[in-house]
């Protein structure tokens, strides 16, 4: 059992896990939350960053071109670790083309694992992909899971 300071330090969480401080920094459509007719997210598909200025726009092209494809409501959640290059604002200007595109930036460099988790902690869908930015996991491959 972890003491008080461990909890404290630990935010409170048993298990010495706390989730990293966080900030949305932008969501999209910007337009207007769902209406009745709209049909909420069925699937998820988490990108962590970290100085991925370099490759975020292409990643996200394609990646929104096979989900459009799809043919089911999809969220993309981008989580910024801490990235000191263009990173969170290169993700904050990209197009969401009716998409739900969520930005979320961490207050630093967490690591991989916790930005990971952040991002499926925001997530409320039947399922969720976990995509590398630097196209190590290419979008193409999402129709096979």
Known sequence: MPTNEQNRLAGGC??????????????HPVSAPLTAGDAPPELSVVVT??????SLGELHRRTLAVLDGL?????????????????????NALPARGADVQVVSLSR??????????????????AALVLDADGQDPPELIPAF
């Not at 298990?15 to 932008?26: E, K, S």
């Open 49 to 54: 960053l970290y100085n991925e200025s370099g």
């Open 109 to 126: 460099n967490f690591g991989k694992e916790l930005a990971l988790t952040a991002g499926l902690d925001l997530v409320d869908t039947d």
């Open 71 to 91: 043919g089911r409501p999809f969220e993309i959640v981008y989580v910024d670790d801490g990235s000191r290059d263009a990173s969170l604002t290169i993700a």
């Open 14 to 27: 048993q298990g010495g896990y706390a989730p990293p401080p966080m900030t949305a920094t932008h969501t």
